[in-house]
């Protein structure tokens, strides 16, 4: 299952696991048994039916009781620009990464370049908040075509980037050092994996 983010993005679902019954298709209730018989370990009980367990389960989650969410988990594989990955990376849960990092083979020529119009409405809200993480300057873009015009400028250095990177590349530099000029909105991809209470965790600040 990939789900296409952007222009040159996605994410896949590579692996879950966490299932209280033994299945070839476990579902969406396979996991949340194995939730559940995690969490009655202490009482020596297991999974009692869903009138009864889906309440236990609602007070799980929303009394922060998380290690028995610790037993289920996934495997994903996505592709965003490397700035994205950055932010990822920042998170203090469990994650496992693997990325390809260009050491071994070189990056594909894929470039994020935001939406004309998008750019333009949250440049404009960014001059407007008081959120240092948002703002940018005190001026923003003044229209439609000024943001189509700086998109214009963005593809050109991309362009220039990927020109330079490939010629250190066949002037013989090694791929680590020749990655040197390539920018964070290039796209690389790469595996994510984690417990359930990990993305939860993640998914809750993320949105």
């Not at 590579?14 to 995690?38: F, H, M, N, R």
């Not at 950055?86 to 470039?111: D, K």
Request: net charge neutral; aromatic share 10%; glycine share 6%.
């Amino acid at each position: 299952m990939k789900i296409q983010v952007l222009d040159h993005g996605y994410v896949e679902l590579i692996e879950s696991w966490g299932t209280g019954k033994q299945g070839a298709c476990p579902t969406d209730l396979d996991y949340e048994v194995g939730i559940i018989e995690a969490a009655r370990m202490s009482t020596a009980k297991g999974f009692e039916g869903w009138e009864r367990d889906a309440r236990l389960l609602a007070f799980l989650y929303k009394n922060k009781h998380a290690t028995p969410f610790e037993m289920a988990g996934m495997t994903i594989e996505v592709a965003a620009p490397i700035f994205v990955f950055r932010e990822w990376h920042r998170h203090r849960v469990p994650f496992g990464y693997n990325e390809m990092s260009a050491r071994y083979v070189p990056l594909p020529n894929e470039n994020y370049i935001p939406n004309a119009q998008v750019l333009l409405d949250r440049s404009r809200a960014a001059a407007k908040t008081t959120n240092r993480q948002a703002s940018g300057t005190d001026e923003p873009l003044q229209s439609l075509g000024h943001a189509e015009d700086t998109l214009t400028a963005l593809s050109l250095f991309y362009s220039a980037a990927d020109k330079l990177y490939h010629e250190l590349l066949d002037h013989g530099w090694p791929k680590e050092l020749a990655r040197l000029c390539v920018p964070v909105g290039r796209y690389s991809r790469m595996r994510a994996t984690s417990n359930l209470r990990g993305w939860l965790a993640f998914l809750t600040l993320r949105m």
